[in-house]
Structures are given as structure tokens and as C-alpha cells.
């Protein structure tokens, strides 16, 4: 056991946020902390690095372990360049080399007994330079910048310059250089794209030491976590296991517990309606009885109701009316900023119904191809055409369409005149904004609050095309879960970007992948687009120059592109085989009913009743001949479908 949690608790004047807090972590263990914003997560994470003070309890890391962490901001503020800040974490291989270096120069002048002492000084510093990672620290380097979405260019920039996400990037990346035996992450992908998401995964499976965890990428969690501890309601429960695993048991236990609080309570009832009863009796022997069971009852343990599964916040989207079949036709878009190029050419069409998820890496374009659909920037060249009675609903993920001057009362009924008070009121509680909070400012809600906000205006709009530009950032999981819903639930068309695996998991019907500046398409979800992304690429590669080239205006209008071609072509093999597995189906249909009758026939053919009559045998033996046959065909189409 590397860290051990016993009774830990934290209260903030009257608000408890922890209560008693025990769980145990375990050398090489992945463990995951879940719960709803709010929760007290960082918090217990603060107490176990000694940030701050638990109000009781005990926090106890192994002798002789290091635990290294990274705050959900984290971030470095540092004169050096992004390489040096990661190359300090290796000073002490650095000095050792330059310890070798001068025992190398002195080895040449020495001689005798001076000689050999140096010799085993050199000896002794070369062991530990290797056994150190010496000779491959600078590659080790490399390996993690870019691991980590930093280019070689970029590797010299000082780390002042950068953004709040490319710092906390840097300090990750020295974190993880660092290698502790305990590494403790609040929020670790926020500020990185996929790919760098992913080989944090990778990095961490492979990780020879222990992880905890603070995340709402639930993907990330299902392959990263072996356990998931959750905090609910002040209090921990540990389960075994990566997300997926933890969601069934919640479940189940929820289901059990409300079961349990349910029959207590009826049991309860029950008891108070007999000694209301035998009260009512009015006889010495019935009023005792009575009094006994009060007494059983007061002895009573009664059990708190649990959490109810999402029913504080409901998230209903419809549209006020449906549109024409085709949504959306994108041709030869271009756009670039100065001598950046973000994409060109790029072709698309989405019909009604469709969830189409725009995935790429960070810096692509996918934000802007999306303002550019608003009508909030313009292209260079190509053109985009609305279809029939097309009304979109917009989720800007900076949120501009929210203004900070105005309460969130005003917000909505400044938009919205037509709804009562009452009808606002009801409308931001579904979004959980009680009482006064209506009447806070938008300037001073927090991220999530202010995304919340944006979904209440979106849910009044009766869109039926929404356009969503990151719509789970800053979302605690039961919210996503929530959004999904409303999402998988929705008779409209969506077209979204995100960077959240696990809600393109659930909600896509089709991938568009920003890849070097045009669309590469995916009919199925994140986990098609992962099974079919290195077939695809390969595919994109081997096309003939004239295909492969971008060019900065469009080729023939007449002539379909190449990911309208690709479109067509998987949808058609779609079709095909969707048919084919409806053929099989009604083959193995008719196979069966004829396998009964034939059972049926040879029934008939043996009652003794039935062999006297000869015309009658002969009739049933040709129905049964004709059967066969039919069965010996059914067979061999059966088995050509089946390949």
C-alpha cells in the first residue's frame, strides 16, 4: 500500500463537503475520483498533497515514496523555454555528465594509483548515469513535448509567452519526468486534444508507479482507472473496476438502497397505522400493545432516502417544427488566417436526423468552420447552403451569446417575452437555478454555470439543427449524461465539435475528422472511427496526386469530391448491407417454417392410420420431396449470404 485515507473529513462553516473519508490506494494502482461538481474532489486532493488541513482524520504516504501533483490549473511561470523547464527536471543526470566529462580530462594526465582511483570514480559515475536513464533522457525529453501536442519549433519558446494551457502542459510534462511513485492528476486533459489524450493514456497505462485521478473524460477513465472512488453526498464508496464497471454497480446499489428506504418506509407506515388502531381500541390491553410497538419503532435506524438517479436537472429538446430532408450543403469551403492555413476544399452534406461530430486536432479549424456556418466570420472561397425551413440553435462554447451586464432572470425573459415569470423560473430550476440565483449576474458565473445558462436559451429556441461548439466543457459527468439524453432523444439534426470520446461514443451517427485541412468521413461512432481510422488514412494516402493536392480554389462543381465519393460509397455499402442481413433474416424464416413442416410430414407419414391410404401417402411424399428441394436451396443461399 503506497497511500491510506482513514476518517477524513472537512467542513466550510456549515457545509460539510467530507465526512469520514477512508480508502486505500495500492502500489501500481490507477484509481479514479468521481463526483458531482462541487463535490469536495480537489478538495481531498489539496488535504492528501498537504495543501490544506483536514478537519480529522489521517493522511498516510509510504515511507520513502515520492507523490508528485498537478492542480487542475496547474501551471509554471518561468523565464525558460519550454525545453529547458522539462530538461531541469534531469539536473542531477545533467551535473553527473558534466562530472564524467571532467573525470575523462583528468583520466588523460593522471597516472599510478591517481589513475586508478579516477578510474573507479569514472566507473561508479557511469554506472549511475545509466542506471539514471543518462543516455536517453534528451530523447525521453522529446518524446514527452511532443507526446504532449508541442511541436520542435515550439520547443524554444519561453514558457512566459504561452497560454494557461500550454503551461499546464509544461507542468504535466515535468510531472510526469519527474516520476514519483505517486502521480495525483485533477482535470489532466482538460487543455490537450486527442491525440495527446491518448498517449497520456498510454503513458500512464504503462506507468510503473501509482495514479489517482480527477476527471470528468469518462473514456479516459474506462481505460485508465482499476478503481473508481466516489464521493456523493459528503461520502466515499470505493468500487473495483474502470468507469463502465462503476456505473452498473451504482446503479444496482442505488436501486437496492431506494428499494430499501422504500419498504422501511412502508414498514413504518404500516406500524403507525396498527398503534393509531389499536389507540383507537381503547383498551388497557391494545394501548400497551400499542405503546410496544412505538417503543420497536423509536428503535428504528431510519435510513436516509438516497440520491435519485438525474431527476435535478431535465434537459428536453425539440423542434418547433421538423425541416426538408437535406440540412446542410457544404462546397470547396476554404478559409485561412494570414499564411495559416486551417482547411480547404472541404465538401459535406448532412441530412435530417443526422449527429454529425467534427473531430480534429486542436488548431485545425474546427471553431471556426463552425462560426463560419453562424454566419459570425466569413470564408475565403466555397460556399454552404441552409435547406428547407432549416432554423439553427447555437452553442458557442465561449459563450457570446450570453451578455454579462444582464441577471440570468433577464437573460431569458429578454429573449424569451412572451414567457411568465413563473414560466422563467421554471425553466432556469431545470438547469438548478433556485431562488436568488436567478437574479445572479452572468459575469459572475462560473464556467459550467454560464454553459448551463447557454442550454436553457438553447432548449427555449426550438431549433432543428443545433450547432454546438463544445458542449460538454466544464459539464460534470451526470450533466453529460443528461445532455446525451436529451441529445439521443432529439428529432432534429446536430452537428457538434467536441474533444469528449465517451459523448461522441453515445450520441454520433457520423465522424467528420479534420485532418490535414480536409475532412476524412466515418459512418458510425468513436469506436468505428477508432476501428476504421488507420484504413481510412491509408486509403487517403495512396490516392493519385491530383486527388491528395489542396488547392485554394475548387475544381469542377460538376464533378462530385472526394468526401461527397466517400460519403456516397459508404452509405451505399451500408445499404448493401442492411439488405443482405434482411435476406438472411427472411432465409432463416423460411427455413425453419419448412424444417417444422417437414417435422410435421414425417409425423403424418409414420401414424399407421395413414399408410393405408395410398393416395394419400403419395401426396404427402411428394409435398415432402418438394420440401427437401426447396430446404437443399434455402441452405445454399443461407450459406452464401451468411459469407
Known sequence: MILSCQNISKSFAENIVLQNISFHIEDYEKAAIVGINGAGKTTLLRIIVGEMQA??????????????????????????????????????????????????????HAKGAELELLMNKYSSLTHAFETGGGYAYKSEITGVLKGLGFEEKEFSKKVLTLSGGQKTRVALGRLLLQK???????????????????????????????????????????????????????????????????????????????????????????????????????????????????????????????TEARTDMKLSLSPYRPSGNDVLSVECLCKSFGSLLLFENVSFEIKRGEHVAIIGDNGTGKTTLLKILNGLISADGGSFKLGTNVEIGYYDQEHHVLHDGKTLFEEISDDYPYLTNTQIRSVLAAFLFTGDDVFKHISDLSGGERGRVCLAKLMLGNANFLILDEPTNHLDILSKEILEDALNKYEGTVLYVSHDRYFINKTAHRILDLTAHRFVNYIGNYDYYLEKHDTQMAAVTVQSPEAALNTNHCRNTDAPTDSKQDWKAQKEAQARLRKKENDLKRCEEKISALELRLSELDAIMSDPAVGTQAAKLQELAKEHSDISASLETLYEEWEALAE
Not at 520513502?64 to 518561468?78: I, P
Not at 510503473?208 to 456523493?232: M, P, Q
Not at 412502508?266 to 400497551?288: A, C, D, G, Y
Request: with cysteine; charged share 30%.
Open 180 to 306: 514519483p511513485d505517486l502521480i495525483i492528476l485533477d482535470e489532466p486533459t482538460n487543455h490537450l486534444d486527442m491525440n495527446s489524450i491518448s498517449w497520456l493514456e498510454t503513458y500512464l497505462l504503462n506507468y510503473k508507479g501509482a495514479v489517482i485521478i480527477v476527471s470528468h473524460d469518462r473514456y479516459f477513465l474506462n481505460r485508465i482507472a482499476t478503481k473508481v472512488i466516489e464521493i456523493d453526498q459528503s461520502k466515499a464508496t470505493t468500487f473495483i473496476g474502470n468507469y463502465s464497471d462503476y456505473a452498473v454497480k451504482k446503479e444496482q446499489l442505488r436501486v437496492a438502497a431506494l428499494n430499501a428506504y422504500l419498504n422501511q418506509q412502508r414498514e413504518i407506515k404500516h406500524q403507525e397505522e396498527v398503534i393509531e388502531k389499536l389507540r383507537s381500541f381503547n383498551r388497557e390491553k391494545s394501548v400497551r400493545r400499542a405503546e410496544s410497538r412505538v417503543k420497536m419503532l423509536e428503535k428504528i435506524e431510519v435510513l436516509e432516502k438516497p
Open 55 to 108: 478537519d480529522s482524520g489521517l493522511v498516510t504516504l509510504s515511507r520513502d515514496k515520492s507523490m508528485g501533483y498537478l492542480a487542475q490549473n496547474g501551471a509554471v511561470d518561468t523565464n525558460h523555454s519550454i525545453y529547458e523547464e522539462l530538461l531541469s527536471v534531469k539536473q542531477e543526470l545533467i551535473d553527473l555528465e558534466l562530472h564524467m566529462r571532467a573525470c575523462e580530462e583528468d583520466m588523460k
